[in-house]
């Protein structure tokens, strides 16, 4: 596609909504400013309610924002219509025409467009090629598996050459093992065509696996915007950080400032861990630990009590008690690792440069 | 918090759809022009009489005797048709949907919940005096009872029960069928009776579906306006009485505010059914069923029931099938053979029945895609579109369902015959075959709108999103996405405009003028002379016109309607 790639800029959008059951007024979406790149993939991660459907659906033109502007490259786009806009979306519940089928669904759009006939063919050929559904066009939609229709769905976004493609959950209908392989194939054919994508999921594996960036959102409001390395390994609260994978979360007193450390006292125990910039001492921090980052032993670390020790495959789960707090941890191929049992005592290891500080 | 900017670029996306704002434009003009407008002449002319703004003509009317027993005539008809018709249409939906019954019952039920939709509205009244009045077939010649009279009371509330019980038995039946088994299987299981699991469960769960049906029926009954006319007799309901008032009195204020009275009362139960009722029947039968319902098997239960209600359907039928019959008696009362075929022929040689057929048959014609199309139109917007004035042209299209017809040809008489506002504008309309058709599209209106926001509630809203996300303008989605899915809801839409303009008699008989001849008034002028002979002919004509559309409509479905296809899935 020699098409100019664009991005989309969003200043200042807030959108609100009545409350059906109070009546009331609230922000679905509140004051957000993001900037997507050109061509780039980009997450929308949230629970649900947190707005990013309502984001994603401004940026199509379905719900008009009430403050702030919204830029598809240059452009302002705020007064388009959804059929002006030079997006195109893939939605959760496929919305295929059940009248068409395969053919006529993805040449749908060219036809609005007025294309000629045999352009039409050839385009629709291509595309249907590009998502492996060659020899299907003469099927009706509903002679489809899930994926397959979500593959049209996708096909017919990508066959009228949009700007920018949204997706609004597209895979939240299919099985687990779908899942993954559909996010694959999305992953692969944005690459391919180079497009600006928008993706909205409540899925956390799902924003990892595809995204350049992942934006995540809470009540309304951009809670963190990074590469899936920046969010996981360095999230700035404690949502996120739960939000994103699993969290342990222990709180301690900073003691003192030495060589670049941090040393803080955690459950009566000191602690010393790398210090992030601005820390004062006698104040409270809360440090981040992944299930995965830590593991028990014998001596050394944290002293903990086993209150779970759960067998699950490629891991040990164990939850441990450190002092009041509880810590979830996965001990990975644990065939040839010593098994703590429930009620003992040991240690809780990790390396101080795993641990995130908030 | 402002929402401002919102609305204001809302109202730029619609404005930037000239289709879409000009079909708003039209509906609101016609919505306005021909239901709310013709309603609020009648409350003017009923405030203002020659004395200036006050009651006095209200006065006035509550001073007749004749009205003030007619307002308790029709009350009691309609709250004993409504509760009669709720049991029967439920005894009827019990036994389909939980007796095993064999196919010939099966059959029988179906023809009764048929019947109705098909055939013109007095149609039973025509048998009920032909089998039962003095010179009844059954009464004189069956049983030697030289006096019996049908006319009246009891002839009015028989006659309504048996033409509105099916509507309560469709809509019942629905409800059960909604009903979850494992409610009454766990019943059931805890050791209660049959007796008692319908008692304490099924019962419980359609109290407001039955409510539902009652007020439904109740409104019905009350703005009925054939049936009272034909087998009333000197009992008068309001209908007949603000008919009377018009024609026999030309009274034209009093009439106005006698059918600002009947409107009040049906608006009352409408606005109760619709808003207190509806709302409840839906909250008490969300679920689905989980799996098929075992059947009642035992003969004690399954006898008595299935034969009882074979035996309803079978006189329902019976009484139906009297209308041709009674066509062919060489004379009604005295002389039954042989069967003849002269009254058919007096229809078309002297009562001009060609004519007659062909005014109804085109301007039915005319008036049944307008209304599917518009209710469609409706529907869409309604369901799958959001702008301001939305909740108004929901409103007012519901709102003609709660309007007799009585009351609105009275309406269009007073907003009409004068031009609007008596101004002399729009003069030229009355008297006119399109006022007739007007009448027609605003009296099927609301069947068809409910039928298609029902049908597009079903459709996922997305698809027509992704069609305009896709480029397509709200015309081009309307025509190449909404419409197609919901081809059979628009079909039927169209039959049952159709079935119903050409059966319709409350309004039309108001309105109509010489130059028109209508079969349902014909049949209605030859039933009040006494000629049964002539009403059953044309009735049984009208009746072979109005089957043969179903026919068609259903002949057509079956080959061209793709959504059964898409439904499958």
Known sequence: MEKVKKGVRLEHISKIYQDPKTGKDFYAVKDTSLTIEPGSFVTLLGPSGCGKTTTLRMIAGFESPDEGEIYLGDEPINELTPNKRDTAMVFQSYALLPHYNVFDNVAYGLKLRKVPKDEIRERVMKILDLVELSGMEGRMTNQLSGGQQQRVALARALVIEPSVLLFDEPLSNLDAKLRVTMRTEIRRIQQEVGITAIYVTHDQSEAMALSDNIIIMNKGVVAQMGTPQEIYYHPVNEFVADFIGEANFLRGKLQRLEQGNAVLNVEGSELSVPARENMKPGEEYTLVLRPEAAHLADQGGLPCKVVLSCFMGSYQNYHVMVGNTLVKLEEHNPKNKRIYQVGESCRLVFEPESVHIL | ?569
């Open chain 2, 1 to 569: 918090m402002a929402r401002g900017q919102g609305a204001a670029l809302d109202r730029k996306k619609l404005m930037a759809d000239p289709i879409m704002v000009t079909t708003i434009v039209v509906l609101i003009t016609f919505l306005t022009l021909f239901i709310l407008y013709p309603l609020a002449i009648l409350l003017v002319d009923s405030f203002v009489g020659d004395g200036g703004f006050g009651f006095g003509i209200f006065k006035r009317i509550f001073a007749m005797p004749n009205f003030t027993r007619a307002i308790g005539n029709t009350l009691k008809i309609g709250f004993v048709v409504g509760i009669l018709s709720a049991l029967v249409g439920l005894l009827f939906a019990y036994v389909e949907v939980y007796v095993r019954m064999n196919k010939f019952v099966g059959g029988l039920f179906k023809v009764v919940s048929m019947l109705p939709v098909v055939s013109p509205p007095f149609v039973l009244s025509l048998s009920m005096i032909m089998l039962f009045g003095k010179a009844g077939l059954v009464t004189r010649f069956l049983l030697g009872i030289y006096d019996n009279s049908v006319y009246g009371y009891w002839g009015i509330v028989v006659v309504q029960t048996l033409t509105f019980f099916p509507v309560c038995y469709m809509m019942l039946k629905g409800l059960l069928k909604n009903i979850d088994p494992s409610l009454e299987e766990a019943a059931r299981d805890m050791g209660a009776s049959r007796w008692r699991v319908f008692m304490d469960v099924t019962l419980p769960l359609l109290l407001p579906g039955i409510g539902n049906a009652f007020l439904v029926t109740f409104i019905e009954s009350i703005a009925d306006f054939a049936n009272p006319m034909i087998i009333g007799g000197s009992y008068d309901t309001l209908a007949t009485t603000i008919y009377l008032q018009i024609t026999g009195a030309y009274d034209k204020a009093g009439a106005a505010a006698m059918a600002v009275v009947l409107l009040c009362i049906t608006l009352l139960m409408f606005a109760v059914q619709k808003y207190f009722l509806e709302a409840k029947t839906a909250a008490t039968l969300t679920g689905k069923a989980s799996r098929a319902r075992m059947l009642i098997e035992d003969k004690s239960v399954k006898i008595p029931l299935t034969v009882f209600c074979a035996l309803g359907a079978a006189f329902v039928i019976l009484m139906y099938i009297c209308v041709p019959i009674g066509a062919c008696f060489p004379t009604w009362g005295y002389k039954f053979f042989p069967l003849t075929g002269k009254w058919f022929g007096l229809v078309f040689s002297r009562y001009h029945g060609f004519k007659a057929f062909k005014d109804s048959f085109l301007l039915s014609l005319i008036a049944a895609p307008v209304t599917a199309l518009l209710s469609m139109i409706i529907s869409y917007l309604v369901v799958k579109r959001k702008f301001k004035a939305k909740g108004f042209i929901e409103a007012v299209s519901m709102l003609a369902m709660a309007v007799p017809g009585t009351v609105l040809g009275v309406g269009y008489i007073r907003g009409f015959s004068g031009g609007i506002f008596h101004t002399g504008f729009l003069q030229g309309l009355y008297g006119t075959g399109l006022i007739l058709i007007i009448v027609f599209v605003v009296r099927s209106l609301p069947t068809g709108t409910r039928s298609g926001i029902s049908a597009l509630r079903q459709i996922d809203k997305s698809i027509e999103e992704s069609a305009y996300d896709m480029g397509a303008d709200s015309f081009r989605v309307f025509m190449t996405v909404t419409l197609p899915l919901i081809k059979d809801s628009f079909l039927s839409g169209l039959v049952t405009a159709f079935v119903r303009s050409i059966t319709a008699i409350s309004a039309i008989i108001l309105l109509v003028t010489p130059q028109f001849l209508l079969i349902t008034v014909q049949i209605n002028e030859f039933a009040e002379k006494g000629s049964f002979s002539l009403a059953c002919a044309f009735a049984t004509i009208l009746i072979i016109i109005t089957y043969g559309a179903v026919l068609l409509m259903n002949l057509f479905m079956k080959y061209f309607g793709t959504s059964r296809k898409i439904k499958e899935d």
